[in-house]
């Protein structure tokens, strides 16, 4: 499987915007369907956006529907998530994931993916 090395994290103010990027190695992103996830201290890992392999399927979370946006460049090997309006209830470690799946149902419902490092998103006053 490819390895995931997720970047773009930082501190942000509320509003701001941020963009996190997932390069993979090892292999081509075609052959999965990719996604984010994200976990705040104390609080279990939870979805935030997924994508088909081909990129004309999305989900999101309800939380980030209309303030993030997920895509891909499959030619580059490497995921987005453009994030905008930014919460401190958006503070996190974002996790990359990815899923043998076709479907971003199946790496939002499934059990089968695997996930990068993480990358700490703070936002704060």
């Known amino acids: 499987q490819v390895q995931l090395v997720e970047s773009g994290g930082g501190v942000v103010q509320p509003g701001d915007s941020m963009r996190l990027s997932c390069a993979a190695s090892?292999?081509?992103?075609?052959?999965?369907?990719m996604g984010w996830y994200r976990q705040a201290p104390g609080k279990e890992r939870e979805f935030v956006a997924a994508?088909?392999?081909?990129?004309?399927?999305?989900s999101y979370t309800d939380s980030v529907e209309g303030r993030f946006t997920i895509s891909r460049d499959n030619a580059k090997n490497t995921l987005y998530l453009q994030m905008i309006s930014l919460e401190p209830e958006d503070t996190a470690v974002y996790y990359c994931?990815?899923?043998?799946?076709?479907?971003?149902?199946?790496?939002?419902?499934?059990?089968?993916?695997?996930y990068g490092q993480g990358t700490q998103v703070t936002v704060s006053t």
């Open positions: 994508i088909s392999r081909s990129g004309s399927s999305i």
């Open positions: 090892g292999g081509t992103i075609t052959t999965y369907a």
């Open positions: 994931a990815a899923s043998v799946f076709s479907s971003p149902y199946e790496l939002r419902y499934g059990t089968n993916r695997f």
